[in-house]
């Protein structure tokens, strides 16, 4: 018997569905406003692989997402993996399809020799930070994220 759940790598043509996962997730953080993410721009960066995107399939229907790309330490002198986004729509949560996210991700990370996956969480979504613990994730203490965006860029840039 086949498992009613499979993880599959995402393809160029898949483009319009992760781009409607995008929005789903962003709508779920509260969050639309700030999507800017045209489907062009995501069908070049998946066609050249500089991010990578997991799909989830459940009796043949995608219902999920995890989109990816690799980091550096300098000082580990090795990749790691960064999760930008790991979304499963809500009817179809606590199936195991994030669980089988992380081992797909787990799994690629040991193959191209990385040794650590990173993500963020925002602090109010309680029910992925117990998720996220039960796996064995843990929150990094003593780390700021900064950011420079918008018009705080532009002016650094000029």
């Known amino acids: 018997m ?7 790598i995402a393809v160029p043509e898949d483009t319009e569905l992760v781009l409607q996962f ?3 997730l962003a709508e779920y953080e509260h969050l639309s406003e700030s999507v800017l993410m045209s489907k062009e721009i995501l069908y070049e ?5 500089r991010i ?4 989830a399939e459940y009796q043949g229907e995608t219902v999920g997402f995890a989109l990816y790309y690799f980091t550096y330490s300098t000082f580990r002198g090795r990749a790691g993996i960064y999760i930008e986004d790991l979304f499963v729509r809500p009817l179809f949560r606590r199936l195991g ?5 992380f081992h797909e991700l787990a799994r690629i990370a040991r193959s191209c020799g990385c040794f650590r ?10 029910n992925s930070i117990a998720f996220y613990e039960k796996l064995g994730g843990h929150a990094v203490n003593n780390w700021i994220t900064f950011r420079l965006e918008n018009e705080t860029l532009k002016r650094l840039a000029e």
């Open 2 to 8: 086949t498992h009613p759940i499979t993880i599959r």
């Open 22 to 24: 995008i929005l789903e």
């Open 45 to 49: 960066w998946i066609s050249s692989r």
């Open 52 to 55: 990578e995107v997991l799909l």
């Open 97 to 101: 399809i994030g669980t089988m996210f």
């Open 117 to 126: 996956i990173d993500w963020m969480v925002l602090d109010w979504n309680d």
